[in-house]
Structure formats: structure tokens, C-alpha cells
T-cell receptor, first 114, second 112 residues
Framework: DGGITQSPKYLFRKEGQNVTLSCEQNLNHDAMYWYRQDPGQGLRLIYYSQIVNDFQKGDIAEGYSVSREKKESFPLTVTSAQKNPTAFYLC?????????????FGPGTRLTVT | SQQGEEDPQALSIQEGENATMNCSYKTSINNLQWYRQNSGRGLVHLILIRSNEREKHSGRLRVTLDTSKKSSSLLITASRAADTASYFCATDAEGSNYKLTFGKGTLLTVNP
């Protein structure tokens, strides 16, 4: 899982509550990403950030928010507006370099909302 | 949008056999990458093939790319039980600014 940590591994919340998932990296990577994975499915991009204090919406940003105040940290908030928040959430990072394409992933956080 | 589609969805083989997984995609790409995911874990990068390459090897992995057919294949030779995992292709489309689009994956089970 490289130098990316996600906490907690499992998270349980009641419907209607906002919840923030942590993602920290010590790889000195500029770019960071949040993905959602549903059972038997691939990864879908929620938000990404290529530099501190800047981030862009991915394919499924509705009901989510992010911040990028530090290079090492890219927390994801799952808001009560997200209709189906139960999923496996993966954070990744990439070195912002023209010849650097691969992404490094954290171990993931499994969120269950009831 | 999920550009890459892997085939088959699931594959079960015996240890020592070869495993082949295929990936099809829709748009022009800069490169195509294969990742592995053990159950309940994060993804691990396996191999990258650029759009101007046709074949690449890394250990027991062999990847091919046919840009005219917009398809790629991942071959794992002499499989081991430890190769049991889900395998995803991810495309870095032209103009995507390094964003990856993942397929739904192939679940490989290697029986000892």
C-alpha cells in the first residue's frame, strides 16, 4: 500500500450524518485522487487534486466534498446529500511529472451507512 | 464513465496454468495500465504500456496492446495461488490530464 494511509479501515454512520475520510501520503506526490468502488465494480473517480489548494470534480462528485490545504493530505467528506454512500473508498496519489503515470493506492476505507 | 471493460468477469484455473485477461476501451489513449487488487485491499500497479508499444514483459506478466482494435491483454504465466486477485485495466485517455478510467475487473482464482 506504499506511503499512503487511510483511516479508519471500517466506518459506520447513521443516515443523515456527514462523515470525513482521511487520506495522508508521505511520497511527496503532488496529485491525489479519491475513488469509490462498489461490489463487483471498477473504480469511479470522485475528486482529484493536482496541486495544493486546487481540486477538480471527477465523474461522481455529487454529495461529496474535498479540501487540499496540505500536500500530504486530501480528506474526503461524504455528505448527507450522497444518496448511496455505502461503498469502499480508495485514495491514490501520483507524482506530478510528465513521465510519471502510475498511481499509488491506500488500503481503503469501507463505509457503511445505515 | 468506465472506458475499460475486462473479459472474462471471472476466471478459475489450476496452479501452473496460464491466465489471460482482456480489456477493451473506447477512445484514443496515451497509455494503458494494469492493476491488481487483493480482496478488501488497495490496488497495486503491475505494468504500463504506452500507446506506441505493442508488447511488454515484466517477470511472469506479458501485456499486449492493439490500438487499432482498442484492446489489450494481460497474460500471467505459470500462475500461483498467490496470484488470486482481481485485475483491472485502466486507460489514460488522450486529453484526460493523467486521469485514469478503470474497467470492472477480472476476478482470477488460482486453485492449488
Amino acid at each position: 500500500d506504499g506511503g499512503i494511509t487511510q483511516s479508519p479501515k471500517y466506518l459506520f454512520r447513521k443516515e443523515g450524518q456527514n462523515v470525513t475520510l482521511s487520506c495522508e501520503q508521505n511520497l511527496n506526490h503532488d496529485a491525489m485522487y479519491w475513488y469509490r468502488q462498489d461490489p463487483g465494480q471498477g473504480l469511479r473517480l470522485i475528486y482529484y487534486s493536482q496541486i495544493v489548494n486546487d481540486f477538480q470534480k471527477g465523474d461522481i462528485a455529487e454529495g461529496y466534498s474535498v479540501s487540499r490545504e496540505k500536500k500530504e493530505s486530501f480528506p474526503l467528506t461524504v455528505t448527507s446529500a450522497q444518496k448511496n454512500p455505502t461503498a469502499f473508498y480508495l485514495c491514490a496519489s501520483r507524482r506530478e511529472h510528465q513521465q510519471s503515470y502510475e498511481q499509488y493506492f491506500g488500503p481503503g476505507t469501507r463505509l457503511t451507512v445505515t | 464513465s468506465q472506458q475499460g471493460e475486462e473479459d472474462p468477469q471471472a476466471l478459475s484455473i489450476q496452479e501452473g496454468e496460464n491466465a489471460t485477461m482482456n480489456c477493451s476501451y473506447k477512445t484514443s489513449i496515451n497509455n494503458l495500465q494494469w492493476y491488481r487488487q487483493n480482496s478488501g485491499r488497495g490496488l497495486v500497479h503491475l505494468i504500463l504500456i504506452r500507446s506506441n508499444e505493442r508488447e511488454k514483459h515484466s517477470g511472469r506478466l506479458r501485456v499486449t496492446l492493439d490500438t487499432s482494435k482498442k484492446s489489450s491483454s494481460l497474460l500471467i504465466t505459470a500462475s500461483r495461488a498467490a496470484d488470486t486477485a482481481s485485475y483491472f485495466c485502466a486507460t489514460d485517455a488522450e486529453g484526460s490530464n493523467y486521469k485514469l478510467t478503470f474497467g470492472k475487473g477480472t476476478l482470477l482464482t488460482v486453485n492449488p
